[in-house]
Each structure stands twice: as structure tokens, then as C-alpha cells.
């Protein structure tokens, strides 16, 4: 697909293809009066009392081809703003249409191979390495939080500070938790630390359940 050029002007705003920009430049008598860079010109047209200058932008881009479209518009109707999103997948893509973006597009510009970002908007995927999240963030100009569900907000925020916090509130000893989730003591000593992640299955459990309230 050709990029089309999105022509800015005072009081004008149109879209032409290459054949025509040239012709647009002109338009209501303004003419190239002088060129700053690949994309910024400077217009100007006579008046009666001298001559008055305006700048104009000419932006370059390709158009969502009518299937991605049509994908988008029905991702929308789904949810109608990021707050109604459970999971990071979709959180992801909320923000990539919102951002105009393709996939290959995000891709490229965070350094990612393409494969492993449409993987990234898959909701089977429950972890996302907290680098990634901070450049997608940046991307997408927003906090990294609004791009995180329930546990990887777990993890993000600190994922040892909010385990042992459970377990103080719940008076346990690292033995007495790893006596419930039938782990060692070592495995939650490990997890406390950060030195091996803890799996949304046990996250679930730990939050999301009354597993830890049952009696043995």
C-alpha cells in the first residue's frame, strides 16, 4: 500500500495522494516559500500590504487495511475504555489501536521480534518482563501500571514485599505458608527475595481464592 500524505495548513486539512501534493501546495494561491527539513515548509501569499507566511506539515502513513479495521472497530465496541480491561494482553492492543499502530510496527520500534509481540496479545500469556512493560508504556504514553492486570501488578509492584505482607497478615511463619501451598520453606524464602518467580497459579491461590483459609 502506498502511504498517502496528510497535508496541514491554516484553515485547511486534506488528504492527497502523492500524484496531487504538489498540486495541494498551491492551493488558495499559497506558494512554497521555503523548506525546513523533509516534512516542514514554509507557505506564503501575497496580500495587499505585503505578504503573509504560514507553516505546513506534511505527515506520511499508511491506512489500517479494511480487515484490521474492522477487527478494531469491534475490539472497541467490546470495550469502550482500558478501565473495562482485565488482562495485559488486551490492555496491549487498547493501547496499540488507540496509538494507530500495527503489530510489526510496535515490534520494530521496542526491539522486539514480531512473533514475540503477537504473543504478547494473546491472552494464554500471563507474564510480561517488567523492560518490555516500561518501553511499551513509553510508546503508548501512558504509566505502566494502566498496562497491567492483577498479577503482573503483583509482580511489578514487588512481588516478595506483597508475599510476605499476606503472610505477616495472616500470622504464618515461611514454614507455616509453604505448609499450605505444600511447598518447602526454601521455595518461599526463594519467592521473597525475587529470586524465582511466583506462577500465576499460585498467585491465584494466594489472592484470588480462600485456599490459604482452609483448614488442614
Sequence with gaps: MRPDVLIKRPHHCGAYGEEEVKEALFLEEWKIWKKIGSCMTILCKPMRD??????????SFQFVNHRNMTEMEKFFIQYRSADEIRTTAEKL??????????QKDVADIIGLDRTTYVDYERTVRDYYPKEHLIKLAELFHV?????????NKFLYEGQGVNLKSLRKSMNLTQQGLAEKLSKNSATIRKWEHGVIRVSKMTYEKLFKSDYLMQEE
Design 50 to 59: 505585503g505578504y503573509e507566511y504560514a507553516p505546513m506539515y506534511v505527515h
Design 93 to 102: 492492543r487498547y493501547y496499540r489501536y488507540k496509538s494507530g499502530l500495527l
Design 143 to 151: 504509566e505502566v501500571q494502566d498496562l497491567l492486570d492483577d498479577y
